[in-house]
């Protein structure tokens, strides 16, 4: 994963206006932020309900005003809002503006090239080795990645086919979420059926079968495309899908998918649930470093707390891909981008 540190970097940014609604803040000249706070105005009538939309998902609406909205998003990318306020017996009033990619002035960049493997037992001095291009090269850090947050998205299919499957990710998933709480690791929840929506922790029903649809479709890319925009900043990041990998009606195909996910620098763990052939979910899997695991008799949740609790950090200055890391003892999983 290659992170850009710059030394300065400016956006500016034009008002909204639009018949009824405008955009105060932010104003001209403002510097944009990672999580963005918009004031939306109504300068004549009042509405009953503001929607905001971020890349064309509804993330948020307010009844009343004041409308504020605190939007995270990734300022390293064009990201297009769309208001729609609503007005007693009007049409609605729609405003659409694109935020494009921080433009910055250069005077020094800092390029670091790094990703978290995942390493089954812990190395020794001597017994792992790394090459760049087939070049041994020895990295500036190369130790558990425990001194850094892990920023871990949660995707839990909901959908009608994982009906069975609930019982046995109730105890798992809260000793998960529980031992993040701990480390202060920061997690978003995602649930998905025929779209994927953001679940607030607080509010998970008491089982986590409450969250259950009957619904026969599931969007498995459209799920990975929006958790690759939803990492909040830093650099270690992982995915863990939880999901039978049927796929009915996703607007992104794999390729798509497998773009947003190596934008982000996430790895990704995908939890079978129901033992079916996804070639092309085990693909990304291996592609971002990360694995998938069946969910049958033998349960893959001990492996996988061992593995993101003793996730590595190897930074390593001038490398690039292919990077190939071997270790004496165990299994390890690290990108393979190149690929």
Not at 102 to 122: A, C, G, R, S, T
Not at 163 to 184: G, I, S, T, Y
Not at 267 to 291: E, H, P, Q, Y
Not at 304 to 311: R, S, V
């Amino acid at each position: 994963m290659r992170l850009l540190v710059f030394l300065q970097g400016l956006l500016f940014c034009a008002t909204l206006t639009a018949q009824n609604l405008h955009i105060e803040k932010p104003g001209r000249g403002e510097t944009l932020q990672d999580t963005q706070e918009f004031v939306i105005v109504a300068t004549d009538g009042t509405p009953t309900r503001v929607d905001f939309y971020l890349n064309g998902r509804l993330i948020l609406a307010r009844r009343e005003a004041p409308y504020v909205f605190n939007v995270r998003w990734n300022t390293q990318y064009k990201n297009t809002v769309k208001l729609v306020g609503h007005f007693d017996g009007l049409d609605p009033v729609v405003v659409s503006q694109d935020f494009e990619e921080i433009v910055v002035d250069v005077e020094e960049e800092l390029k670091i090239f790094q990703f978290f493997p995942f390493i089954e037992q812990v190395p020794v001095d001597g017994s792992w080795t790394i090459t760049s291009n087939g070049r041994a090269i020895k990295p500036q850090t190369f130790e558990p990645a425990s001194k850094l947050p892990l920023n871990l998205i949660i995707a839990l299919d909901t959908s009608g086919s994982m009906m069975f499957a609930f019982d046995d990710l109730e105890a798992p998933l809260r000793q998960l979420l529980a031992w993040c709480k701990e480390k202060n690791h920061p997690v978003r929840f995602l649930i998905f059926d025929r779209q994927p929506s953001l679940i607030k922790l607080e509010n998970l029903p008491p089982t986590l079968k409450g969250l259950y649809r009957e619904r026969g479709s599931s969007v498995v890319w459209d799920t990975i495309a929006t958790a690759g925009e939803l990492f909040p900043v830093g650099p270690r990041r992982v995915l863990l899908l939880i999901s039978d990998g049927g796929d009915q009606g996703s607007r992104h195909s794999p390729a798509s998918a497998e773009v947003y996910l190596r934008k982000s620098g996430a790895a990704m763990i995908w939890i079978n649930t129901a033992n079916l052939v996804n070639k092309d979910l085990s693909r990304l899997c291996d592609l971002s470093g990360g694995f998938a695991a069946l969910a049958g008799e033998r349960s893959p949740w001990p492996g996988i707390f061992h593995l993101l609790a003793g996730q590595y950090h190897v930074l390593a200055p001038d490398a690039t891909w292919p990077v190939k890391l071997k270790v004496s003892k165990g299994r390890i999983w690290y990108p393979h981008w190149e690929k």
